[in-house]
């Protein structure tokens, strides 16, 4: 497949609410799109940088400036995901860019070829549950009303947003509200140390699913300790940026469950290598999210029908996020996203809705 050019096409999203974390509150997505061209097909991504690098280093203008500067210039005149994904490799880090021109040059391949992303994946699956991740609010009553909605709605599971000074309350009273058969689990990105294992146990009578992340991202040796230290199951997000880190992880015990991003981890093909390593180990694998438009959010869905995803993940439909998505929208049937069945991720921006939100974009030949 030869590439024609690829196109940086910058799009400002206002979220239909407020999404706050231990590490910020989000009001707007700053998303980077790309889109390769080639004379057979185009091919479409989401690079999952956030604007500031608050979850992860990466941000959206350093990911657009290493992708024009080093990444698109070096992809081979002739190309195809794997011969991309070793020209990307001599590059440290940068993996969310990465991810974002790798699944872009995936896309104008299997769109070239007729084939739909989650049958080359290996999806078994034409529906995938859902959950809904759900931001620190300033109130309890707030946050009862939020689950409320979103358990209206259809979501299959709960996750809720914790920091210091914001976790064992809003445990409690989301569990007493709706119940033990609620599926509820916590993320607190990073915001605990090893010290705070005594008071991360108080959550252990709550029966979550797992908590997400609890400790700094270079913490596996301590988040190994606390998994001794309490009963909740531990799911590594952050710590896990390849499958030689969930490989790490899983030897060390730091985990008993992975939340795989695509973004997060160079692309679809090492996500497909984390999910093949966890099952081979019994690990448990979800598929995370970035508050991604339907372009994003589709190629997560292909992902998600894989056979180890055997948890709900954070694949909401599209008004959870936004009010008007750039693609056709996802929607909740009975909880559940469909799988998308054309070629490629099996969905293109809507032209009209794209230049609506648009705020730059940028041609690189190749
Ligand atoms: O830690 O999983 C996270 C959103 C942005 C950055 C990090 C995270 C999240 C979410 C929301 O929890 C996931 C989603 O619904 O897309
Ligand atoms: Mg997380």
Redesign the pocket.
Known sequence: MKITGIELRRIAMPLVTPFRTSFGTETERDVLLLRVITPDAEGWAECVAMSDPLYSPEYVDGAADVLRRFLIPALPATVDPHTAEAALHPFKGHRMAKAALHTAVLDAHLRTGGQPLATYLGATRPQVPSGVSVGIMNSIPELLEAVTGYLEEGYRRIKLKIEPGNDLAPVRAVREHFGPDLLLQV?A?AAYTLTDAPHLAKLDPYDLLLI??PLAHDDLIQHAHLAQKITTPICL??SIESAAHAAAAITLGACSII?IKPGRVGGYLEARRIHDLAQAHGIAVWC?GMLETGIGRAANVALAALPGFTLPGDTSASDRYYTTDITPPFELHDGHLSVPTGPGIGIDPIPDLLDAVTTSTEWIPL
């Open positions: 993320d990105n997400e992340q997000d952050e939340n995370g």
